[in-house]
């Protein structure tokens, strides 16, 4: 999401680098328990299988891309996410595959977070018209804490700045390997798709810190919703790339947080782009602005978050850069329910 409580994103940081160093170990030391959030891309179908894991395979050839989002561009390295994605179908089996490797940098490098999933996803025939698929994701969820970056308040001499040892005492690990369960669910059919996925099934404990002798929170679940459709202007042919207009939506919510998009992508030729508004339910959030480029099997696409909320004018904007390869040259497209989302490719 993009108001991630680890380091809040909505907490009005401080123009100095002490200042922002202290907030965040303010807001660490709240979320080292961990109540975290999981980043979401503004571009979140050029990332699916972050989305949900029912997107296994959910293209007619396989597909793999990449993304990297820079967020809060005021602040210093305030949030860099990357993630890297590769999934293909087995038509025999009605079954798609998927690896998803992501990354997230908080607080120019006080706290780093790697994940690594694998994703199964299965395709049930409902009509001719209609089709399910479940999805599986099982992954290996690391963070890791630069505790000697850390500013505390007993540190902070009023004239001196950071200058005093603080009395904190630092944790044994700093480093935690845990597994991680998801699962989702995807309604397709020639003309829309409506999905959603459960994260975090086992609530995996990240925490450095007990909240008491006896409990430590894990990560919260969280739950997606999407869905849109498709707008055919052209189907498109060997000389001509087919164009179309897809509104669509995205709910996420994790613990008390919560974020929707509302918006579309429209592609005409080798040429598309979107707009969204996001929404945070505490306030409004940002306005998404996408353009890209797509030639054969290779698309690239280059967003951008004009801040709204009560940031605007001091976090700066957010840039976020993706990019796709499809492996279908060569292939005949078929028309079958696996494959309704050209968005993707």
Known sequence: MDARPVCCRGCGAGKMLTMRKLLTVLLLLAGLSVQAQDPIFSQFYAAPLQLNPAFAGSSYAPRMGAAYRNQWTGFNNAYRTYAAFYEQRFER??????????????????????????????????????????????????????????????????????????????????????????????FLNEHFWLGGALKHLNTPNLG?????????????????????????????????????????????????????????????????????YRHTFRNADAAILMLGFRHEMFKIGLSYDLTVSGLAGRAGGT?????????????????????????FH
């Open 93 to 186: 089996f009605n079954s798609g595959i998927g690896f998803n490797l992501e990354g997230d940098n908080a607080g120019d490098g006080i706290l780093r977070t790697t994940r690594f999933s694998a994703f199964y996803s299965y395709r049930l025939k409902i009509t001719d018209e209609m089709a399910v698929k479940i999805g599986v994701e099982a992954g290996i969820y690391q963070t890791a804490l630069d505790w000697d970056q850390l500013v505390f308040p007993d540190q902070i001499d009023p004239l001196g700045g950071p200058v005093i040892t603080t009395s904190e005492q630092r944790p044994d690990q700093l480093n935690k390997t845990v597994l991680d369960i998801s699962s989702g669910l995807l």
């Open 319 to 343: 840039y976020e850069m993706t990019f796709g390869f499809f492996f279908d040259k060569g292939r005949k497209r078929p028309l079958d329910l696996n494959d309704c989302t050209k968005m």
């Open 208 to 276: 450095y810190l007990l909240v008491n002798d006896n409990l430590s929170r894990g990560l919260p679940l969280r739950y997606t919703f999407h869905g849109g459709t498709e707008i055919n202007v052209n189907k498109g042919n060997k000389v001509r790339t087919a164009s179309f207009i897809s509104p669509n939506f995205l709910f996420v919510a994790q613990g008390p947080y919560k974020q929707l998009n509302i918006g579309a992508y429209a592609a005409f030729g080798p040429v598309f782009g979107g707009g969204w």
